[in-house]
């Protein structure tokens, strides 16, 4: 099965089906999933005339349950040190990321100051009942491992937490074990590896095969697909869930092409913002369960997370916005 199928569709073709369906080359991640397996057209949508409100979300598939399709990473953006005013500020931000359907944050001890601004800004809305806490170890210390995990959940504040990864794969073998441990007394619900910048992927494709993982994450963007031509095609064989990182290339993307117009058959698509297109491009792969884009600004989250309304991307559509950033 090949999520990257090299099917002949030319321009005039694609607006002509764009025409078609109304302007709506979106379908249900479920429909997508189905349809880029068993290479049938997609069909239109039945749109119902009551107003849809439901808010785009993917389902975990080792548990089954459903989450947000937009989380929200803190890397730089949550590293603000003991500044109230700061703090106050990234507090806004986490108000309007839970206002507007957000559940998963992700921290690391790499991090410098997140974890700790998080506790605080989370303090202050009094812990809201969506979240979803993903964490990391980051040591290559075994037995520094659990003393980590304790400072991460004092750091945020918590008594548990939902998901805990080992970052950037190091010391993998050591800290699966205790991650696994800790899964079993039922102290963390999800366990998983991560990586970015296309990093060792030989060698997380190997460790996705060999053992039972719920999350992974990596980089996964328009103009970033290394992960397209195996990892998220074993993620979607072995039932991981994938977290895409840096979605924005770290924030390249948007300072290349926010002062550009928008492609003509993203226009002709409905597709409103770069935003919507960086972001709705990614989870709308079938193997994709969130991305995880940061921001320090109020104004960003309520665009990275507009993103959540409305219809996932067909493949037709992806494939076609694929060709535009080749």
């Known amino acids: ?47 119902s005339s009551a107003p849809q409100k439901k808010l785009l979300s993917n389902t975990i598939p080792s548990s089954g349950s459903k989450i947000s399709a937009m989380g929200m990473g803190t890397w730089i953006t949550f590293n603000v040190g003991s500044n109230t005013e700061l703090r106050d500020k990234r507090t806004q931000v986490l108000k309007k990321f839970f206002a507007m359907g957000g559940e998963l944050i992700d921290s690391s001890p790499m991090y410098g100051s997140a974890q700790s601004v998080l506790g605080y800004s ?56 205790y991650l696994q441990r800790l899964k079993s007394s039922g102290e963390i619900k999800y366990l998983g590896i991560t990586t970015s910048h296309g990093r060792r992927h030989d060698e997380l494709e190997a460790i996705m095969k060999s053992h039972t993982l719920d999350f992974v994450q990596l980089t996964y963007n328009i103009t970033h697909r290394e992960a397209e031509s195996r990892i998220l095609k074993v993620a979607k064989d072995r039932g991981i869930a994938v977290i895409a990182n840096r979605p924005y290339d770290g924030g390249d993307l948007m300072d290349t092409y926010k002062s550009k117009k928008l492609p003509a058959l993203a226009k002709e698509a409905g597709i409103k913002s770069w935003a919507e297109l960086f972001l709705k491009w990614i989870i709308s792969h079938p193997a994709v369960t969130l991305a995880i884009p940061a921001t320090s600004k109020v104004e960003h989250m309520i665009e990275n997370m507009k993103v959540l309304e409305g219809n996932f991307f067909s493949p037709e559509l992806r494939k076609a916005l694929s060709k535009e950033f080749s």
């Open 122 to 177: 989370l303090g202050k809305l009094a812990y809201p009942k969506k979240l979803f806490v993903a964490d990391k170890i980051w040591t290559q210390s075994t037995s520094e491992g659990p003393k980590q995990y304790q400072e991460i959940k004092n750091l945020w504040g918590v008594k548990k937490t939902d998901l805990m990864q080992i970052h950037n794969l190091l010391n993998w073998q050591d800290h699966l074990k």
């Open 1 to 47: 099965m090949k999520y990257t199928d090299r099917s002949k569709i030319n321009r005039r073709t694609l607006i002509k089906k764009l025409g078609l369906y109304s302007g709506l080359l979106c379908l249900p991640q479920s429909i997508v999933a189905k349809e880029e397996d068993s290479g049938a057209k997609p069909k239109a949508r039945q749109e």
